[in-house]
């Protein structure tokens, strides 16, 4: 009996989507066979042929026109595709800039660590400049708590978080912690926000720091 | 807003103590600066430091002398600052 072979046009998808075809074609087969996969860039192809050399076929491809590839992953017997696996793969593009991070850092209190409260309000002045030094800000800083006391007026990091603000950092002060510290009125630097955007802002992170 | 490098004077200290008299110091009498983290460009150690504009170093020599706050080094590096 001949083998199957099954045709895929994924020209025109965007990664990770000829993969996942494919490899649920693959799973589809049942038996030996070959899928062969249309498409029309040349990470497509890397990435298929890392997935059926990753499930012990053979692969092979072609440029067959100036944006145009064949695929063709052949099984030389069933390939065992977990349920749930098409859906987890993930894109990999070789030599593409990594995705951008997203830190936000979760300020809760006007001192760092514990211990001392004069050296933890030094240290927590000493993070908040630390913050202006780095290559890359972070995407938000929110204050809650104490921390709300440090984007008020008087702070002594007013300066460093003004100067981060003005540089793209969202700066987020808890407006429940305002009204309970009697300051809602002297918050001098950012936004006054809610603690649903503060939920959104620490589960939507690749990176929570809190010092 | 942009951010610099721009020259900086970094006072450091023998202990944390010394620096948070710096600070008391200059405090009183109105001499310019701020508390930092010591930058790695100067120590590999880990400490507060005294960050003024490398023009104000006599003035801070002076003030840091009378009032007995002992400095362990006075170091220009460029550090980032905002530019408004």
């Keep these: ?19 996942v075809r494919t490899l649920k074609a693959l ?3 049942a038996g030996p066979g070959s899928v062969e996969t249309i498409v029309d860039n040349e990470i497509a192809v890397q990435n298929l042929t890392r997935m059926g050399e ?9 440029r067959t026109g100036e944006k145009e590839w064949h695929v063709t992953v052949t099984a030389s017997e069933a ?12 894109c990999d593009v070789p030599g593409a800039a990594p995705a951008p991070r997203n830190v936000v850092v979760a300020i809760t209190a006007e001192t760092m660590g514990t211990g001392d409260d004069v050296l933890g309000r030094k240290l927590m002045g000493s993070f908040i400049y630390s913050l202006t030094q780095l290559d890359e800000l972070p995407a938000t800083i929110v204050l809650y708590n104490g921390g709300a006391h440090l984007s008020c007026e008087g702070s002594p990091a007013l300066d460093d978080l003004r100067g981060l603000a003005e540089s793209g950092v969202e ?18 630097v950012g936004e006054v926000t809610n603690m649903y955007v503060i939920a959104q802002r620490l589960t939507g992170a690749s990176l929570v720091v809190r010092p | 807003m942009a951010r610099v490098r721009v020259p900086s004077l970094v006072v450091s200290f023998p202990t944390t103590a010394a620096a948070m008299a710096c600070e008391e110091c200059c405090g009183r009498r109105g ?46 590096v460029e550090l ?5």
Excluded: N, Q
């Design chain 1, 1 to 19: 009996m001949a083998e199957t072979t099954l045709t895929i046009d994924a020209r025109g998808e965007a990664c990770p989507i000829p993969v």
């Design chain 1, 27 to 29: 799973g589809a087969l």
């Design chain 1, 54 to 62: 990753g499930k012990g076929c053979a692969v092979s491809s072609e």
């Design chain 1, 79 to 90: 390939v065992v595709v977990a349920s749930g696996e098409p859906e987890a793969v993930t």
């Design chain 1, 171 to 188: 700066v987020l002060t808890c407006g429940t912690c305002l009204d309970h510290y009697g300051i809602a009125d002297t918050l001098a």
């Design chain 2, 31 to 76: 001499l310019p600066g701020r508390m930092i983290p010591l930058p790695g460009e100067v120590s590999a150690g880990c400490g507060l430091a005294w960050k003024a504009s490398p023009g104000d170093r006599d003035a801070l020599a002076t003030a840091l002398a009378d009032d007995g706050v002992p400095v362990e080094a006075m170091t220009v």
């Design chain 2, 80 to 84: 980032l600052e905002f530019v408004r």
